[in-house]
């Protein structure tokens, strides 16, 4: 089975083949909303902490959103069809954790009262304008294998990672795809968090779903036992980040989509939110992800490789300095559409544990989102490598399609990168970047037989690919590549 039969298989594009009529005629159209039935609760509480009521902090059932009173109180009118009421912690605050050492910013709403309390304690979090956010997409282990290869080589990564962050606010972020099917495993990702030692946040993603659920709300419903909500937000520092379950379940399938009132929180949630401050939003699906256009020359993407609706999702986030991460594509790629600024994660478990690397050549590995202040930048961190690992350069001949050149795989690269190349020391310019697959990806991917694992798996095209021709007589060549902050990675490869 080739990957692209596998995708197929699993729902990745099955959301275009098993919707109903009307949308696979146009599944660009808008879903029809459905009528409510639930009925008001009334929520009172407050949000307190270092023994004294918060004032302004946002409040929420994942409808309505309201802020606290000078004293810290609140009064909510609570969806009874909502399952939580939760906190958008304030910058300088942080929520409890779960035993698991999960966030828990929620409290169950119950639907049979017409009125509850709900209160919540925030810890102080010092420092947190100059903060960090790991970003750890697709983990997706299957069995206890992949979970011991997940305690094994990415938990100690992230631990390493954390110390070398020094004194920065660090939070976690697991961009959906905790588990492969089997929601059975979520306490091991929840022991991985445990030793991690920095609070989770989590995304749902496509493989988190209860598949057996006929309707997309009943799907997340193993998911918020562990995790709580689908969707909130919280302040850190400057930054104000946004939680969405882009993953609607049709019960044959999926896609990626953003519900009415998901669209609706998000605009009552921004409306207490200054315009020009910096937004992240995380999701599973990307907004948009190119991969069907560069593997098959589609003109648009499949409904499960992008967000249906996404213009919805550009035109809240207009005011804003605004970023959207995800996962789900198990490769590494930046997005220009619709005004932010798209990052699409490469996987913790690569080309889903069949080795090293995902199925462009990026490592195994994930995210380091730095904010100070108002500003964000980001890295790559591959699994078991150091930070400056940022590129695989490859001799002549690496790529068949170029059998006189060298090629390098600089897989965070963007439109700010600046990738150069010398040759025994000496400036040769510009290397041409092009599209193509990477070398270790082919051998490793390759044949009906490849990886061993993960027969589906296929070395896909990646446009983060650069090429330059060496003299005959080179001896020695160095690629350079600059990103946009102005920090410099150098690999040198021998050519004898």
């Known amino acids: 089975m080739q990957r692209r039969d596998f ?23 808008p879903l029809p909303s459905s009528p409510s039935f639930s009925k008001a609760v009334r929520v009172r509480g407050k949000v307190s902490g270092g023994g004294r009521g918060l004032s302004g902090v946002r409040v929420s059932d994942g409808r309505s959103v309201v ?25 300088g605050w942080q929520p409890a954790r779960n035993a698991s050492g999960t966030a828990r910013f929620y409290q169950p709403l119950d639907s049979t009262r017409e009125e509850q309390t709900a209160s919540f304690e925030l810890v102080p979090r010092r420092g947190d304008a100059k903060h960090s956010v790991l970003v750890l997409a697709d983990p997706q282990t299957e069995n206890r294998r992949e979970t011991d290869l997940m305690h094994a080589e990415t938990v100690p990564d992230v631990i390493k ?9 660090v939070v976690g972020v697991a961009c959906g795809d905790i588990m492969f099917d089997d929601l059975s495993l979520y306490p091991e990702w929840e022991r991985a968090v445990q030793r991690m030692s920095v609070p989770f946040y989590q995304v749902i993603g496509n493989h988190d779903l209860d598949f057996e659920s006929r309707t997309t709300e009943g799907a997340s419903d193993t998911y918020r036992r562990y995790f709580g909500p689908t969707v909130y937000s919280m302040d850190i520092g400057a930054v104000h980040y946004i939680v969405l379950n882009n993953v609607f379940w049709h019960g044959a399938g999926y896609l990626g989509y953003l519900d009415a009132s998901q669209l609706d929180w ?23 992800s190119t991969f069907d256009m560069r593997v098959s020359d589609a003109r648009r993407p499949t409904p499960g490789n992008s967000t249906m609706n996404r213009e919805a999702l550009y035109r809240l986030l207009e005011p804003y300095a605004a970023y959207i991460v995800s996962g ?3 490769e590494l790629e930046h997005v220009h559409e619709g005004g932010p600024t798209h990052v699409v994660s490469g996987a913790v478990c690569g080309a889903w544990w069949s080795g090293p690397i995902c199925y462009d050549g990026t490592p195994n590995g994930y995210l380091v989102l730095n904010a100070d202040d108002a500003a964000v930048s980001w890295r790559y961190q ?18 068949p399609t ?37 070398p270790l990806a082919m051998q490793l991917h390759d044949g009906p037989n490849k990886p061993p694992l993960r027969t589906w798996v296929d070395a896909v095209p990646t446009t983060h690919l650069f090429y330059a021709n060496p003299s005959p007589t080179a001896r020695e060549i160095t690629v350079e590549a600059v990103n946009g902050a102005g920090t410099t990675y150098r690999e040198t490869l021998s050519l004898t």
């Open 67 to 91: 802020q606290t009173g000078t004293d810290g109180s609140y009064t909510l009118l609570a969806d009874s069809a909502q399952p939580f009421v939760f906190v958008c912690s304030p910058s």
């Open 402 to 438: 170029a059998p006189d050149e060298v090629v390098a795989n600089v897989w965070a690269w963007d439109d700010n990168w600046r990738v150069t190349w010398s040759e025994d020391g000496v400036p040769r310019g510009l290397m041409s970047r092009r599209k193509g697959r990477d």
């Open 7 to 29: 995708l197929l298989s699993t729902g990745m594009t099955l959301g275009a083949l098993a919707l109903p009529e009307r949308l696979t005629a146009d599944p660009y159209a």
């Open 328 to 330: 789900h594509q198990h």
């Open 266 to 288: 998000m605009a009552a949630d921004l409306s207490t939110v200054e315009a020009g401050r910096t937004v992240v939003v995380f999701q599973h699906i990307p907004a948009l």
């Open 382 to 399: 591959s699994t078991g490598k150091s930070a400056d690992h940022q590129m695989r350069v490859y001799a002549r001949g690496a790529d």
């Open 161 to 169: 990672t954390v110390g070398e962050l020094g004194d920065r606010a």
